[in-house]
């Protein structure tokens, strides 16, 4: 039971952190897509590019999308950086404790 609770505990720290590194990126991924859109443009058009995508077809997605600077961010952290998109109402500092604490109240599997 000790090491059920530890390891609840442990993964509800990593997603703690985890949260708060992905709200940390996106404020910075915001920021540089304002202060230079078109170094993230391109960017992103060399990624699709690697990935199989002919240069001008992803010329035309990538273009299309960062006409919509939320949405565009959002692409950007779940395919650039391979990040979890926080959601509005994610607040790691008030889920994760209460995980923690819900988790070993109601288990009684051990």
């Excluded at 059920?4 to 952190?17: F, K, N, P």
């Excluded at 230079?36 to 077809?57: A, C, F, N, T």
Aim: net charge negative.
């Amino acid at each position: 039971m000790v090491c059920v609770v530890a390891g609840a505990r442990i993964g509800c720290l990593c997603r703690v952190h985890c949260l708060c590194l992905s709200q940390h990126v996106c404020v910075f991924v915001c920021r540089e897509f304002k202060e230079y859109p078109e170094g993230e443009i391109v960017e992103m058009i060399d990624l699709y590019e690697s990935k199989g995508m002919s240069r001008e077809d992803a010329e035309v997605v990538i273009r299309r999308m960062a006409k919509y600077p939320d949405f565009f961010v959002d692409i950007m952290m779940i395919e650039e950086l391979e990040l979890q998109v926080p959601g509005e109402d994610d607040n790691p500092w008030k889920d994760g404790p209460s995980a923690m604490c819900v988790f070993p109240t109601f288990d009684t599997t051990a």
